[in-house]
């Protein structure tokens, strides 16, 4: 996966650079059929990058390439543009104040003929709009386009609708303050699209016209730009479009990933799978010796479990459970160890999985109960079993599952087995458990506090972490701790 990865980014790349060797190489029809007929002939690079993005909808686009010497260093573009509301903050400003100061920067440039563009990008649909006073435009853009390029592409449409005009003086607005800070700063490596945006915009001053670019906020009630979010929202027309590198890359990595993903959940049987059902990166602890210690208990690779595979010895065997010491059976299923399980990991005895094991148990004894019928309910879940028969439960629901037990003693018997083991009743029933997870009815159960203890604290660390990344101070540590961690 990896291999295929680099070889499309790589192939993707040289198609952005203008005269690159390998941007034009294409075989020709009777070649195709040549290696059709010789399978063990391997196909040009180019070929084999195509049949790689055969099943994305990456195959019929064309990369925009990019042109970094169209200016000679002493005819550099100049690009500069307004911002009439620098000092109010939109987060504590009342939007009738941006419209009052909108109103008057408007009379002060009253002799500019106002264009407002807009950009826009939502599941599914990507798109721009421009709305001047004589006509309104919207384009629809390639799904992997992002937004950046949506309002790039949008000032760039409206530029090219001044052209014609026999009037000189426009006033660009615009809600992106990327875009006017990508076009304020020059550089060889900028968007593509933001280079042809200067050089039309060089064009057109050449030619005698005065157009300047102001900023807006943007949903503050501001006429002109509010029209231009909505047209850029439903947009159905089609522009023909190149697409930048960057918009690619994204897309094409997001495409590898879910295939990725989608190929990892068929490996059931991978032990690996078991411990790590999805591919994405684990966090990284920033003292090494740590991390190998929390490695090695994920993997089930400790001293005592593997020990007697070095040595030729029988694997060590549970005394309570009859089963091989795990990492798995000692840290989680395992109940000899459930009040060491409390003591260091501070959380109480039932969670989440519990309770949907326990809804199960005793949705079974209400039903031998109303049919007064005597049942064996089997239950893959040492936990649940555990939780009903300790006295020091204090979930509601719980308490519940017991009454209703205990008022079905001479109808229900509980049974303990192993889960995956080929049980055909377990199996069916874990098969339905998880059609349940997505598509069940919803069952009013209160969660457990360490369930959202848990939830809490990832909520919170990744704001801390959000506020860390985005915040202007404390740059000389940032250095030393990039994301914030709690031992």
């Not at 809600?175 to 039309?200: N, R, W």
């Not at 005065?210 to 006429?223: D, K, L, Y």
């Amino acid at each position: 996966m990896r291999r295929q990865k680099i070889s499309a980014l790589y192939f993707f790349r040289a198609q952005s650079v203008p005269r690159h060797p390998i941007s034009q190489l294409t075989l020709p029809d009777f070649l195709h059929r040549l290696y059709a007929a010789r399978p063990s002939h391997i196909l040009p690079f180019c070929e084999r990058a195509k049949m790689l993005l055969h099943d994305s909808d990456l195959t019929n686009i064309t990369i925009q390439s990019s042109d970094f010497f169209c200016f000679p260093p002493w005819d550099i573009p100049q690009f500069s543009y307004l911002n009439p509301f620098s000092g109010f903050d939109k987060s504590s400003t009342a939007p009738v104040t941006f419209q009052q100061l909108f109103h008057h920067h408007r009379y002060q440039y009253s002799s500019f003929i106002p264009i407002f563009t807009d950009g826009s990008k939502s599941d599914g649909h990507v798109g721009c709009g421009v709305v001047s006073p004589s006509d309104t435009l919207s384009y629809r853009l390639h799904n992997c386009c992002s937004v950046f390029t949506a309002e790039l592409v949008a000032i760039f449409c409206a530029l090219r609708e001044i052209s014609p005009s026999h009037q000189r003086n426009f006033i660009i607005y615009t809600d992106s303050m990327s875009s006017l800070e990508t076009l304020s700063t020059y550089d060889i490596q900028m968007h593509p699209v933001a280079l042809k945006i200067l050089s039309i915009l060089h064009f057109l001053r050449k030619e005698g016209f005065s157009i300047i670019f102001c900023w807006v906020p943007s949903h503050v009630g501001i006429s002109g730009n509010e029209i231009a979010d909505s047209v850029a929202k439903f947009a159905s027309t089609f522009l023909s479009q190149d697409i930048p590198y960057s918009d690619i890359k994204k897309s094409l990595v997001s495409h590898l990933h879910t295939t990725w993903q989608n190929n990892w959940d068929l490996q059931m049987n991978n032990k690996l799978h078991f411990v790590k059902p999805f591919i994405d990166m684990w966090p990284v602890h920033p003292i090494r010796e740590l991390d190998v210690k929390l490695t090695r208990p994920r993997i089930g690779h400790t001293r005592f479990t593997y020990r007697h595979l070095i040595f030729g010895e029988r694997a060590p065997v549970c005394p309570t459970c009859h089963q091989n010491f795990t990492v798995h059976h000692i840290l989680i299923e395992c109940p000899s160890f459930k009040s060491h399980r409390v003591d260091h990991f501070h959380s109480p005895s039932v969670t989440l999985q519990d309770l949907a094991e326990l809804a199960a148990i005793n949705f079974a004894a209400g039903w031998a109960l109303e049919r007064n019928v005597k049942i064996k309910v089997f239950s893959d879940s040492k936990s649940s079993i555990e939780a009903i028969r300790s006295p020091k439960v204090k979930s509601n629901f719980v308490l519940s599952v017991k009454d209703n037990l205990y008022n079905a003693k001479d109808l229900v018997s509980l049974v303990w087995v192993k889960a995956h083991a080929g049980n055909p009743g377990n199996e069916l029933a874990d098969h339905f458990a998880k059609i349940a997870s997505s598509c069940g009815a919803d069952m009013s159960i209160p969660a457990p506090y360490s369930y959202v203890k848990r939830v809490c604290k990832e909520f919170l660390m990744n704001e801390w972490n959000s506020y860390w990344k985005n915040s202007t101070t404390g740059k000389r540590t940032k250095i030393l701790r990039q994301q914030i961690w709690t031992y």
